[in-house]
């Protein structure tokens, strides 16, 4: 996606240890007109696969989720909450996560009021790494019986191993940005997409 | 809202402790077109108000924000990142946070990059209880030197202190349901609203 490339170069900062800070626009103060243009691109990729639900894990997933939910006629959004007390009810869903960014683990559950066998489940994240946080999310589908129709993904870090991994799980993953790599200098490289 | 409180009686749950469970279309599971009316409530509350910058806290508040932003003409969302650890940057506001449903502390934290004094603030939440989370983030308003236009709230609970203690602070507060009281027997009362 062009106009998200073109975000990333202009307002990403490039941080050590492979951290790509995009706290400008994505995942502190949100860039609202470009979300609507990420929702709309989503809903390009997934519009024709009846998607029924998007699914997201607090906190930076949810705002993307929403609005893309707009280019999906408004489908409900449901967000996984990090829990370490699993207290939203005895009638959840849960699995970990391992946060690339700050290391910890959490817990993440999803009440089985919102997730059923007849859903078409689209996830929805800002960042795909490690793929952890995706795991998380496709367990959660899968203890539900939901059938997940695919994930989009704001930015990929190509250079991490989610996103093959996940993909040769035989999952359909759309990241509007893929970075191949990040330098020392700043610079950063996006890989070319259809 | 008329809307927002027939959805507050046929979805919403009272349960122990005067605690309202709207997890079906606010704050776990979200119902985007309500999102949507819900912002331009919140527009026709505060469209005058010449505000840049909509503030609100992780998790449950975002959702809304984002969507309410849209009728703002797309004004950026920033949100309070709860943290134990305040690694955003060196270089934030901070407040602390006591939560009503869950009992412990947080601070919150936000960078100092995304308020400034030019900015015109609308603090966006989906409860007000007893008034922790938006004393933190007027703190944090008050700490950046930005203007504090008021608070949208789309639940208050009436008959806890938060909203009678900040709005005698001379805040301005406009909830768009208010309820007065929650029975035992699992019905509520609406606050009737000019």
Redesign the interface.
Same mark, same amino acid.
């Given at each position: 996606m062009e106009l998200l490339e073109k975000k990333i170069l202009k307002d990403g900062v490039v941080k050590a240890g492979n951290v790509l800070k995009v706290?400008?626009f994505l995942n502190?103060?949100?860039?609202?007109?470009l979300?609507?243009e990420i929702g709309k691109d989503f809903y390009r990729l997934f519009g024709d696969c009846n998607v029924t639900k998007i699914l997201t894990i607090? =906190?930076s997933g949810?705002?993307i989720?929403? *609005?893309t =939910?707009?280019s999906f006629n408004?489908?409900? *959004?449901?967000?996984a909450?990090k829990s370490k007390?699993k207290n939203?009810s005895d009638n959840v869903y849960t699995s970990t996560v391992v946060s690339f960014t700050?290391g910890g683990e959490n817990d993440i559950v999803?009440?089985r009021?919102?997730l059923n066998p007849g859903d078409r489940v689209l996830i929805i994240d800002d960042f795909l790494a490690n793929g952890s946080a995706l795991e998380g999310l496709m367990s959660i589908v899968e203890q539900s019986g939901a059938t997940l129709v695919g994930a989009g993904i704001v930015i990929e870090k190509g250079f991490q191993p989610g996103g093959e991994k996940i993909r040769s799980k035989g999952v359909r993953v759309e990241s509007l940005a893929i970075i191949d790599s990040m330098n020392d200098d700043g610079s950063l490289t996006f890989r070319k997409q259809g």
């Open positions: 706290d400008n502190h103060q949100m860039d609202i007109a979300f609507s607090e =906190a949810i705002g989720a929403c *609005v =939910a707009q408004n489908i409900p *959004v449901v967000f909450k007390s939203i700050h999803v009440s009021d919102y």
